[in-house]
């Protein structure tokens, strides 16, 4: 089950002790990926990779037994269903005790490519390893840690704004609130930029994208929309263990939008009917 607890215990895993994974916990982890759907409806394809069979690795990493590779189809909303779809199944792996890592670039990405049977028209954004955490970290991924503050985040109100981007969200305001989107402020993001912004206004969350240059390329898609897909998937689980139904349309929020802003979806939290 993810918890509140799995997403904030849950950290980016480079150097792995060289375990295989265990059959039976592979095939639950395969399971719940056939299962990783998406508030969009796209379909994400998931293709689990034995390292050494396949002669697949990264540079950042070390002792990696296997990766799983996700697939989807160039579509709109194809970047932020991966994302959301993708985060999901590793948040269930690090339940069962398995690292993992989003890796977009560090890695010979044809051959990944190839081993996935990528189609024409699919994406193939991202892998992932999935092994058991070394008990000691590399040198090599301590000095990544420290050089992208791992261990930090921006402060909510930077990231969450109440009616418009003129007012953070605070106080009383985000009272209700405010566990849901601790764990959205918490999401792993492609150099920790955390480039999704959240407005309150009218009982909907609209989740907005702010663009950096550089994160977006033919192969991978939108790289910043598949990390704002990653803080859709924190906020609908955070919302569904403390017992909310989230809905997410895509609606005019009818704010204005900064620079370099793109609008792209809205969540609406209600209590479940008793």
């Known amino acids: 089950m993810i918890t509140a607890n799995t997403i904030l215990t849950r950290r980016s895993v480079r150097t792995y002790d060289g375990r295989a994974v265990e059959p039976e916990k592979l095939e639950r982890v395969k399971a719940f ?26 540079p950042v990493l070390t002792g990696e037994p296997l990766y799983v590779a996700g697939k989807v189809p160039k579509a709109p909303y194809g970047e932020v269903a991966f994302g959301f779809s993708m985060e ?55 000095v990544m840690r420290r050089g992208c503050k791992a261990d930090s985040r921006l402060d909510g109100k930077k990231l969450f704004f109440d009616g418009t981007f003129d007012t953070p969200l605070a106080g009383k305001a985000l009272e209700p609130w405010g566990d849901v989107l601790e764990l959205v402020r918490w999401a792993p993001s492609a150099v920790n930029r955390q480039p999704w912004r959240l407005v309150l206004r009218d009982g909907w969350f609209h989740f ?60 609406a939290l209600t209590k479940k009917a008793e």
């Open 33 to 58: 990926a056939r299962e990783a759907e998406n508030p969009f409806g796209i379909p994400v394809t998931f293709v689990f990779l034995d390292a050494k069979e396949r002669g697949l690795s990264s």
């Open 88 to 142: 999901k199944l590793l948040l269930y792996a690090w339940s069962l005790g398995l690292g993992s890592v989003w890796i977009g670039g560090t890695m010979k990405r044809e051959a990944f490519e190839a081993a996935a049977a990528k189609g024409e028209s699919e994406r193939m954004p991202c892998v992932s390893p999935l092994g058991y955490p070394a008990a000691k970290r590399s040198l090599r991924e301590t």
């Open 208 to 267: 907005c994208l702010r663009h950096d240059k550089g994160y977006l390329g033919e192969a991978v898609g939108d790289m910043q929309k598949i990390d704002l897909g990653i803080a859709l998937c924190h906020f609908v689980l955070g919302a569904e263990e403390q017992g909310l139904t989230c809905r997410v349309e895509i609606r005019d929020p009818g704010i204005p939008l900064p620079p370099e802003t793109e609008y792209i979806a809205s969540a």
